[in-house]
């Protein structure tokens, strides 16, 4: 009998920005980001604010990160890739 190892697929790590405010968002994801880097992809849920998503987009711009926004339904989040 042929024994199949099972890959753990491990959980996104993930911060959630709702009631945060606009102000302590760039130090809270950069934070979150570079202390988590080695568990990537991770999960940055913005909600639908603009404003929110910018700072969130400049922070892993300044570092050089792949990302991807939201999906289809949902919107409210962005994924750091790589």
């Given at each position: 009998?042929?024994?199949?190892?099972?890959?753990?697929?491990?959980?996104?790590?993930?911060?959630?920005?709702?009631?945060?405010?606009?102000?302590?968002?760039?130090?809270?994801?950069?934070?979150?980001?570079?202390k988590?880097?080695?568990?990537?992809?991770?999960?940055?849920?913005?909600?639908?604010?603009?404003?929110?998503?910018?700072?969130?987009?400049?922070?892993?711009?300044?570092?050089?990160?792949?990302?991807?926004?939201?999906?289809?339904?949902?919107?409210?989040?962005?994924?750091?890739?790589?």
């Open positions: 009998m042929v024994k199949r190892f099972h890959q753990k697929k491990h959980e996104i790590v993930n911060l959630d920005l709702h009631g945060v405010q606009h102000s302590e968002v760039f130090i809270l994801v950069e934070d979150f980001i570079l988590n880097q080695s568990l990537l992809p991770l999960k940055l849920i913005t909600g639908n604010s603009d404003k929110m998503k910018s700072i969130v987009l400049e922070v892993i711009k300044k570092h050089n990160f792949n990302y991807s926004e939201g999906d289809y339904y949902n919107r409210g989040y962005i994924l750091v890739l790589n």
